[in-house]
């Protein structure tokens, strides 16, 4: 789709070497990168992307999974519009602030109260203040490999590896930046994702310590796989007998159903982080859930235990752009994209046998996630990336793009409302030759 590499890549090479210059790595987020230069964006419509070159690409990327309508929906771009003419950010509140956390709570009855900040990290990070203020306890417990955004709290063991990862019956709090204080780490307890045996076994040491458990229940890092409901239901029961609290990120997984994920298991959160979709295209985060909770942060109260505040948090545009695009999100949608997911996922299967390579699609509401392994990985530990994986995935995830397809450099996608069975069967049509085309490194593991 589009215009020859060789002039695609003089355009982008350019802007790289002189990105390179001026930021480190010559990016502001290592997510872009790919070899042997970032690509560049020049606009996107729907469901597609054209880069700098005039190349033209289907957006399964759709900003890390925060274009549920693709590119410059209409009616988003409309209602920006308008409010951009009359300011973009106030020493005030808005209306629609209100009316937007009137809606989103009216979606999920989990969610009594909320507060608007910019992103998910912020999100996150909020909850986990929230918790520890609502409880006096000091530690949290988290998945091992999860994904959780740059607090330091919430990014431990987010990157363990074989040769620090520790037993599986007590993995190691690992630490992702260099730097990390040691009373961090003694502060995060780690738990294997998917094993409730082990994981209440771990929490069981730490009763009187943890604030809150924090769980993502599709999380991309370990392999878009969707928590069991065993798990999910004894990390819950654990929460209520410890009075810790249960805190789900539903940063991205919120697009999984019209109150989020959490309504695959009937389990009711005390604290949900969100962010990515609802902020309509624009940065985004929020925290909801018991208002008894959430009252930590009122400013009105006696004793204001978790001071809360963000300069652009609630600005008038995310939230009209958040309004409008959630309201287009509706029952209806969810469904089919869901529906457009499951019709993916199959195909994608029947690609992956017919090119008879050892490889496997994972996923969960409208994203999912292809692996270069034989077997559905269940864990972290077996979503592991080896090195050797790794090297096969880039040349994929590079086939694809140079296909006119855009993944996330995993091979993951998640779905826009503006795709069609038309642009899932393109997919497929092209991961099928990108698999015969890596097929043979993977029998013969010295070509690479
Ligand atoms: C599950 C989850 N939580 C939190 C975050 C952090 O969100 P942000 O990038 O908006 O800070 C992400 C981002 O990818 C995420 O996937």
Known sequence: MGADISKRQS??????????????????????????????????????????????????????????????????????TEQVAKGSAYTMGTESEITYAEYLCSRNDAFEKMRFVNSGTEAVMACLKASRAFTGRSKIAKAEGSYHGLYDYAEVSQTAKPENWGDLNRPASVPVAYGTPQSTLDDVVVIPFNDPQRAIAILDQHTEDIACVLIDLLPHRIGVIPASSEFVRALHKWTQANNALLVFDEVITFRSNYGGA???????????????????????????????????????ADRVLFPHSGTFSANPITTIAGLTSMELFDRTAVLRLN???????????????????????????????????EEAPDSYRSAYVSPQEAKL???????????????????SATLSTVMTKKEIDILTETLLDGLREIGPMMVNKKQI
């Open 11 to 80: 355009k982008a090479a350019t802007l790289y070497s002189r990105a390179l210059k001026v930021l480190p790595g010559g990016c502001s987020r290592n997510t872009i990168l790919r070899e042997p230069h970032p690509l560049y964006a020049s606009h996107g419509e729907g469901c597609y992307i054209t880069d700098v070159d005039g190349v033209k690409r289907i957006d399964f990327a759709n900003n890390m999974a925060s274009l549920i309508h693709g590119h410059a929906h209409p009616a988003v771009v409309a209602a920006v």
């Open 262 to 300: 959490q309504e695959w298991y009937g389990v009711v959160p005390d604290l949900t982080a969100m962010g990515k979709l609802i902020g309509g295209g624009y940065p985004v985060g929020a925290l909801a859930g018991k208002a008894e909770v959430m009252d930590v942060m009122n400013p009105l």
């Open 339 to 373: 529906q457009l997911a499951d019709y993916a996922k199959d195909s994608i299967s029947e690609a992956i046998r017919i090119a008879g390579i050892p490889a496997c699609v994972t996923g969960g509401g409208s994203m999912f996630r292809v692996h270069l392994k």
């Open 393 to 411: 995935m880039k040349l994929l995830f590079g086939y694809l793009a140079d296909n006119g397809i855009l993944m996330i450099s995993t091979c």
